[in-house]
């Protein structure tokens, strides 16, 4: 149902948010009633107050975790009937769409245009996907001595936590628990301090499509709850998505403690490449655009920086900032609002900084570079530099807001020597009419997605999403996230 701006004010004035942890199928306070404000970003007006988890919470979620998982009552499901749990826990996110929508809106400032047609329903789509996938695969019966019969199985793995960030809350969290627990296991979810609401809603969720109390449970908190969750002995695995510098000290957790399996989905720095032979320079300025200012630029995938040749610079520049005035923030109840809120004011301080670097550096300021005031919220304006060269600190680290580095090349070996110097490689665009440059580029690209005349394309479950370099390891979406959310097992029987 399509709703108005006074619609959504008046639903999210009527709004019961629950914000306590659910472990063992209850929703409940920490231990020590620590507690910490949920803001919404938009307006800085306090949402709810949220359970902040401790050591006991921890302790007592991990055995309520490893006794549900080793009493099979979930791992031990025929997975057609695992697979029907989850598709009634995917309807049951697709008949709350609005509700986890607004919930999202409201926490993290992201535009409800977005989060009732992307966030939400992507997030329903992906358990949905898991569900149905998890009955239709099975092991091998390997060639071996015929005296023997040789199974490959592949088994849940056990007790898996997931540490999510908050720039797509309820979509990164989907990421996870969907394959996670088609496959078998017990999952505790630990949202961002930032954005913890639509987590905490799904646990309730997920109890009314039957899924057994210790399999599915919420633990709302900040960086503490995630290092002990990554320290704990009895964690078989840790799925981390969030910022290289937490990756790098959770894959430090995983050594010091019992070697669980540690996957990580991290940050990215992504080159959008414009070739001079480009198919389409308006669609590819638009297609720019919207590669870092959708979600307020707060994408692992942003297309942060665009190379473009100098041959076709200016007329792509002028269309390029064309295309930016679409994403003015607005208030991101409103239904034609583009762009948001920035998540805090943290984030918020964060992208003014280096839009101030980025004029101190010799940035070249062509559109932006001002935070906007909707309603008192943090809001910023979509800015774009034009940059003398690669080495600005705008164009190597990732800001994580709506600040797009445009760098110049002469041709198509400086460009795909700039695109690949970088820490990162999560995303690669090239634009090109030509078929063989299309994929020699796309060959060369490090990068664990490219795509070529688009960008950001691509919601289909089918393709694994990650990164390489320091953007992580191991893949979300696809079969193969199911991969990192189960151990392989080799049974040899005499016969
Ligand atoms: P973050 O690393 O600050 O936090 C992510 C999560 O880790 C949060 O839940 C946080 O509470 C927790 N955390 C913080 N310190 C911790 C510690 N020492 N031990 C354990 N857990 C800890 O990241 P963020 O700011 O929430 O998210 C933004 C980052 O996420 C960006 O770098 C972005 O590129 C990345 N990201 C990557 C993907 C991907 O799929 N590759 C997707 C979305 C976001």
């Not at 064309?322 to 994403?327: D, G, I, R, S, T």
């Not at 979300?476 to 189960?486: F, I, M, Q």
Request: aromatic fraction near 8%; glycine fraction near 10%.
């Amino acid at each position: 149902m399509t709703r108005t701006l006074a619609q959504w004010q008046q639903l999210a004035s009527e709004l019961t948010i629950e914000g306590r942890a659910f472990i063992a199928g209850s929703y409940r306070q920490a231990a020590d009633q620590r507690t910490f404000s949920c803001l919404n970003p938009a307006t800085g007006q306090k949402l709810a107050d949220i359970t902040w988890c401790g050591q006991e919470e921890v302790e007592l979620a991990v055995k309520t975790a490893r006794q549900a998982f080793t009493a099979g009552s979930w791992s031990e499901l025929a997975p057609l009937e695992r697979g029907r749990i989850l598709k009634r826990f995917a309807a049951l996110i697709r008949h709350h769409n609005d509700e986890l929508a607004l919930l999202e809106t409201l926490d993290a400032g992201k535009p409800i245009s977005d989060t009732t047609s992307v966030d939400v329903p992507g997030a329903a789509y992906c358990m949905e996907w898991f569900a149905e996938a998890i009955d239709k695969i099975g092991g091998e019966v390997a060639p071996v001595d015929p005296k023997l019969l040789g199974l490959v199985t592949r088994e849940a793995i056990g007790v898996v936590a997931a540490v999510v960030p908050w720039n797509f809350p309820i979509l990164m969290a989907s990421w996870k628990f969907a394959p996670a627990l088609a496959a078998g296991n017990a999952l505790i979810l630990k949202p961002s301090e930032k954005s913890p609401l639509t987590a905490i809603r799904l646990a309730a969720l997920a109890q009314e499509a039957g899924i057994p109390d210790g399999i599915f449970q919420v633990l709302p908190g900040g960086g503490d709850v995630g290092k002990q969750l990554a320290l704990h002995m009895d964690v078989d695995c840790l799925a981390f998505t969030g910022s290289t510098a937490v990756g790098k000290l959770i894959a430090g957790y995983g050594a010091q403690s019992n070697l669980k399996r540690v996957w990580l989905e991290l940050g990215g720095k992504s080159p959008n490449i414009i070739l001079p032979d480009c198919p389409d320079l308006s669609q590819a300025a638009r297609s720019a655009a919207a590669g870092i200012f959708y979600n307020m630029g707060e994408m692992c995938t942003a297309g942060s920086r665009v190379l473009i040749h100098k041959d076709i610079k200016e007329r792509f520049l002028s269309e390029l900032q064309q295309a930016a005035k679409n994403f003015y923030p607005g208030d991101p109840l409103d239904p034609a609002t583009s762009m948001g809120a920035i998540v805090d004011q943290i984030q918020y301080d964060k992208v003014l900084s280096y839009i101030d670097k980025g004029q101190s550096e010799g940035g070249r300021l062509l559109l932006g570079g001002k935070a906007t005031h909707v309603q008192q919220g943090l809001f910023i304006e979509p800015t774009i530099f034009d940059c003398p060269n690669p080495q600005l600190s705008i164009c190597r680290e990732e800001i994580f807001g709506p600040v797009l580095s445009v760098i110049t090349f002469d041709n198509l070996e400086d460009a795909i020597q700039i695109a690949n110097d970088s820490e990162y490689g999560l995303g690669a665009a090239v634009w090109t009419s030509d078929l063989s440059t299309a994929h020699r580029v796309s060959r060369r690209l490090r990068a664990g997605t490219v795509w070529v005349n688009c960008y950001d394309e691509g919601g289909d479950m089918n393709f694994p999403f990650g990164g390489f370099k320091q953007s992580g390891n191991g893949r979300d979406k696809s079969l193969h996230a199911l991969e990192k959310y189960t151990e392989l097992k080799s049974t040899l029987i005499k016969l």
